[in-house]
């Protein structure tokens, strides 16, 4: 790095991780770190460090957990860090106007889609489950809007039948370090162009709860599969049974049908709302996961029967 900025990074989970240790290898002067506070985590509700916290702390970084960004202190203690630019990589706070303007280049965002589809909280996902064929990172200059700044860089990968969540919350966290790191380079040296984003084209990634995973046999089989892959590893994918609610881990798209929700056969084969699904491993309660057939013949669910 010929010519190091000073930075302040905000993120909190692993998907951030990944850029700051690319910005901490480069050589740029990292003045802050800042991440959500410590959060009561376990059986013994101990207060956990965030992932970015912990490496921070690794790499001897100084760390800022404030709760708001929005009172006067706060933000005077930022400008008080003379930083030329701040990285954010869900961070998980809304940065008010007088944190963007502070840095002299502004603030720049590490967004885990192809701007503008997918503004918001759960990009990586909703890609997933809507089918999209790719997605990838848009390197974004930050203002007031969710996720509606300019664009300064982009790389993109394709999404196969083969992608979950987690694969490609990983592929995506190592392109963003580094279309960072490059974006750095290119405006230490006044390269760095800004692109505005398209009017059309943008969609909103909702926030994911639990109720996300809630499979509804009138759905096509090949949106409930693709709805296992978009929702592993969290919030995880589940039906009910006599009440019993229980995970479905992985599945099958199989040809065959029949009224929504029907048991087909002895393989735990269930139709949905076109083809079908052969539940290859599910999971009880308190139980261990196992296959679909062999849950089967634990339940004595005679073919024919309603889930």
């Not at 974006?183 to 109720?211: C, F, I, N, S, V």
């Amino acid at each position: 790095m010929t010519h190091p900025l000073r930075i302040a990074f905000m993120g909190t989970p692993d998907f951030a991780v990944t850029a700051l240790r690319a910005l901490h290898a480069a050589g740029h002067d990292i003045a802050a770190v800042y991440c959500q506070p410590p959060k009561p985590a376990g059986r013994g509700h101990q207060l956990q460090k965030t992932p970015v916290h912990r490496a921070a702390e690794e790499m001897g970084l100084n760390v800022h957990t404030p709760r708001t960004l929005r009172n006067a202190e706060e933000q005077e203690k930022f400008r008080a860090l003379k930083l030329d630019v701040a990285v954010v990589a869900a961070y998980g706070l809304i940065l008010p106007q007088a944190i963007l303007d502070a840095p002299r280049y502004g603030c720049i965002n590490i967004h885990g889609s192809l701007l503008p589809r997918w503004r918001g909280a759960a990009p990586i996902q909703r890609a997933i489950l809507a089918g999209d064929a790719e997605t990838g990172v848009t390197i974004m200059q930050m203002d007031a809007g969710l996720d509606t700044g300019a664009m300064l860089l982009r790389d993109h990968v394709a999404i196969t039948p083969q992608t979950t969540a987690q694969t490609l919350h990983d592929a995506l966290a190592d392109m963003g370090a580094r279309l960072v790191v490059r974006a750095l380079a290119d405006l230490a040296a006044g390269a760095l162009h800004a692109t505005p984003q398209p009017p059309e084209g943008a969609t909103y990634a909702a926030k994911l709860t639990r109720d996300d995973g809630k499979i509804d046999w009138t759905t096509p089989a090949a949106a409930i599969e693709r709805q296992l892959r978009a929702l592993h590893p969290w919030p995880g994918c589940y039906f009910t049974l006599d009440g019993e609610v229980i995970k479905l881990l992985a599945a099958t798209i199989i040809d065959k049908s029949g009224a929504p929700g029907t048991l087909l056969d002895d393989q735990f084969t269930v139709a949905c709302g076109d083809r079908a699904l052969r539940l290859d491993t599910v999971q009880r309660a308190g139980k261990a996961a196992t296959d679909g057939a062999s849950m089967l013949r634990g339940l004595r669910l005679p073919v024919g029967s309603l889930l």
